[in-house]
């Protein structure tokens, strides 16, 4: 067992790795390391991401994923998902909806295989996710 930002977590045989009964995770504290976007998803700036998948309950994994300042396009996976710190909007180009803006404490839902644009201005975006397919 060991310590991650303040998450006791083990590992299994087959690599499975999450959270034990009883630990904690600082979400807006625990440390990302962030990577450039693919060159097919960058729009403006130099947008990065990071995630920090934190293990499975219920059928669903759960996690941390943050973005930098910038402009990506996305694909989506069926997800749940809490915004912690930050602001942007997301413009949804397949199916055609209107965009939403995004803030501390809003909820959002995606379906799998939306089409999305995501822009950040400012400090980060973190969010908790849940997608299904945990086990």
């Not at 630990?23 to 450039?36: E, I, K, Q, T």
């Not at 729009?43 to 990071?50: D, R």
């Not at 990506?72 to 930050?86: H, K, N, P």
């Not at 995004?102 to 950040?120: A, Q």
């Amino acid at each position: 067992m060991s310590e991650v930002d303040g998450a006791a977590r083990v590992s299994s045989a087959d690599g499975v790795t999450g959270m034990q009964p009883g630990s904690v995770v600082h979400a807006r504290g625990a440390s990302l390391s962030h990577d450039p976007v693919e060159g097919w998803q960058k729009v403006s700036g130099e947008p990065t991401t990071a995630a920090l998948e934190l293990g499975a309950f219920a059928g669903a994994e759960f996690g941390l994923w943050e973005m930098s300042a910038g402009a990506m396009l996305d694909v989506e996976a069926d997800e749940v998902f809490l915004v912690i710190s930050g602001t942007a909007t997301v413009e949804f180009l397949e199916p055609e909806l209107p965009p939403i803006d995004l803030e501390p404490g809003s909820i959002v839902r995606l379906g799998e295989g939306m089409r999305t644009r995501w822009t950040v201005t400012g400090a980060p975006l973190r969010k908790l996710y849940l997608v299904e397919g945990g086990s």
